[in-house]
């Protein structure tokens, strides 16, 4: 079979495999796969017998149909699904069995965030007003108006001033109990049943916004109604579990709640139940126990909740390390947390069931699929091929990793992918891909436009200079309050060693970046010579604009040390548009004008002085999209972005 190479429009032959969830009998898997269907998102809902080895299809529908729950008995699951058409969602169940889903009842109100059992036929829902999700810009609203810090975020636009709250939901009646709790943020829903208790993530503080790194683990009785806070150490807690006797719990956190930084390590700490007495899982491991990976595939779930096993001897989490989202066990034996998956490929969801864990990962070459995992030895093996025709009909090119010791002695890594129809004989053009974050990292996961780049002929180059994850606290901080600089340095470094490299033709090199990456890519081009030409995606070019505006605004001054109105040149010192008359290479500006991380004006201003100083720039602008486009936008968007990207690189770079 002849392999043909990527294009854009490929994406909607993709499979996306994001969620797995084990059934309480253990003797089942549940696979949430999203697609692309005519320009549009579809989820379909996949069952997998761990026992033969049986995958069925649950939900063979043209619709988003996304997974709730099992049901306590393992024989059913509970999904929501917009498959009565006109984007109404409804609450379905389906027996596993066999059979046609059952509507259980519209929710257009309400968008459930989590399920969990109070018994066999009760169970508590968290939900948000759907009303109040996001305001939208609707034509009869006159105005808004805010009191509270933070007011907007990124995807979501305005915020609303009510937080989520707990519903019982009667599976027998169909009713819905609200049950008025304290009026804060709430996430992270674990039940007792035998006790009717109900543990979740909170904030207590009366300035919640004030003190947001000072949250809790809340215990409410759902019988008694009252609420208590567990005995922990104060700093932010993002996940947690509960052991199946319920003696211990193991939290995602870290002892610095004043400390408002992107580098800062979270730790697994374990709690004796009931006490502040605590022990700290993760201490011998350098990096964060969080997945920083950056990828177009999946939105990445930074905190994936710790998994006990099933006789409450292990607990799994994951750490971000080495370039890749990896398992780790801690075994209450012997006091011992080990890795239980390599460096070679990245997790992106995992479960466990029968002894074994069962992960979703994707390697640099390969896009997501389903492994069973031995924690044992490690040994894994391949138990879905959702994408197997994807990667048997077009042609995938595999990185080469590479490392260099950079000034303060760190091994910096970074790889060359090649393209697929490679000549060692001839010279390429290359694309050096910044990632953004910036505490985050380049991985061995599948990257979908770095493939279509190297199928259009490119050399691609990415790496995790200084201020990345993964290599330790102490390497990613050095980025803080100091944007552009030890970086910069380690992709000068870089270059000079590719540039070396006979098949590398230096008078067609490009450079790109969303985000922080385009704020080294606007960086990059007013402090070198190296490129030709350059797209700058969502990017940041003066740092005290976006600290005004951003959804992040209110947290800039302790990222950056000191107020931008007290200390403006602090900000301009870090801010590329600084450079602006020494950008001599076209730029291609590219933006979306719902983008709350980094707003719109920062493409703007830095359009504004590129054209005053009649330089060659185009700026775009994706309508109603935001930060995240490249990863969960619009799928016309996207493959529209890919081909505007190849368009430019050719017209400069070829």
Not at 247 to 276: C, N, Q, W
């Amino acid at each position: 079979m002849t392999r043909e190479p990527l294009k854009p429009e490929d994406i909607q032959l993709l499979s996306f495999v994001e969620r797995v969830k084990a059934s309480p009998d253990e003797q089942k898997l549940l696979i949430s796969v999203k697609q692309i269907k005519e320009y549009r998102y579809i989820n379909n809902l996949h069952l997998y017998n761990t026992a033969d080895n049986h995958m069925v299809t649950l939900t063979k529908s043209d619709f988003y149909n996304d997974f709730l729950a099992w049901s306590t008995d393992s024989r059913s699951i509970w999904f929501t699904s917009d498959r009565d058409g006109d984007k109404k969602l409804a609450l379905y169940s389906i027996r596993i069995d066999g059979g046609e889903p059952e509507k259980i009842m519209e929710i257009k109100d309400l968008k459930i965030l989590e399920w969990q059992w109070l018994d066999d036929k009760r169970a508590v829902l968290l939900c948000q007003d759907n009303e109040i999700q996001g305001l939208k810009h609707d034509k009869d609203i006159i105005y808004y108006e805010f009191d509270k810090p933070v007011y907007k975020y990124d995807g979501r636009g305005y915020i609303p001033r009510k937080f989520p709250d707990f519903y019982i939901f009667n599976t027998e009646d169909k009713s819905m109990e609200l049950i008025r709790t304290a009026p804060k943020p709430k996430s992270n829903l674990i039940i007792d049943r035998e006790k009717g208790d109900c543990y979740f993530i909170s904030n207590l503080s009366k300035d919640i916004y004030y003190r947001s790194n000072y949250n809790d683990i809340i215990c409410f009785n759902s019988g008694k109604r009252k609420l208590k806070t567990l005995k922990t150490v104060s700093g932010p807690k993002t996940s947690f579990d509960i052991s199946p006797d319920k003696s211990t719990m193991a939290v995602v956190s870290h002892f610095y709640p004043d400390e408002f930084s992107g580098a800062r390590k979270f730790d697994l700490i374990i709690y004796s139940l009931g006490s502040s007495g605590h022990r700290n899982a993760s201490a011998e491991i350098a990096d964060s126990v969080q997945n920083n990976i950056i990828s177009d595939m999946e939105q990445a779930g930074w905190f994936k909740k710790p998994v006990y096993s099933a006789d409450g001897s292990h607990v799994f989490f994951n750490v971000s390390e080495k370039a890749s989202n990896r398992i780790y066990r801690y075994s209450f034996r012997d006091g011992k947390s080990e890795a239980i998956t390599g460096t070679d490929s990245s997790v992106i969801d995992y479960d466990t069931a029968d002894r074994f864990v069962f992960a979703i990962m994707s390697s640099a070459a390969r896009p997501a699929e389903l492994y069973k995992i031995d924690p044992e030895d490690g040994s894994k093996k391949m138990i879905t091929g959702f994408n197997r025709d994807f990667t048997e009909k077009k042609l995938i090119s595999e990185p080469r990793q590479y490392s260099i010791k950079n000034k303060s002695g760190h091994e910096v890594d970074y790889w060359i992918m090649k393209p697929p129809e490679f000549h060692k004989d001839k010279k390429h053009p290359l694309i050096l891909n910044i990632h953004g974050g910036p505490h985050a990292q380049f991985a061995n996961t599948f990257f979908f436009e770095f493939q279509v780049m190297a199928s259009a002929g490119y050399i691609i180059l990415y790496s995790n200079p200084t201020g990345s994850m993964g290599k330790g606290y102490d390497f990613a901080k050095k980025l803080e309050n100091n944007w552009g600089r030890p970086d910069s340095d380690d992709i000068r470094l870089i270059m000079e060693e590719v540039i070396k490299l006979d098949f590398v033709d230096t008078a067609r090199l490009g450079v790109t970046g969303g985000s922080y990456g385009g704020f080294m890519t606007n960086w990059l081009l007013g402090t070198t010579d190296y490129f030709k030409t350059g797209i700058t995606e969502r990017c940041v070019s003066n740092l005290a604009g976006m600290a005004e505006n951003s959804d992040f605004s209110y947290y800039t001054p302790r990222q950056f040390r000191g107020y931008f109105w007290r200390e403006p040149e602090r900000y301009w010192d870090m801010s590329p548009i600084r450079f602006v008359d020494k950008i001599k290479a076209p730029l291609l500006i590219v933006h979306s004008d719902n983008d709350q991380r980094t707003p719109l004006s920062q493409a703007e201003g830095l359009y504004t002085a590129l054209k005053i100083l009649r330089r060659k720039a185009r700026l775009v602008i994706f309508p109603r999209e935001s930060h995240g486009l490249n990863r969960q936008g619009d799928p016309r968007k996207r493959e529209e972005r890919l081909k505007l990207f190849t368009r430019w690189f050719d017209k400069y770079l070829k």
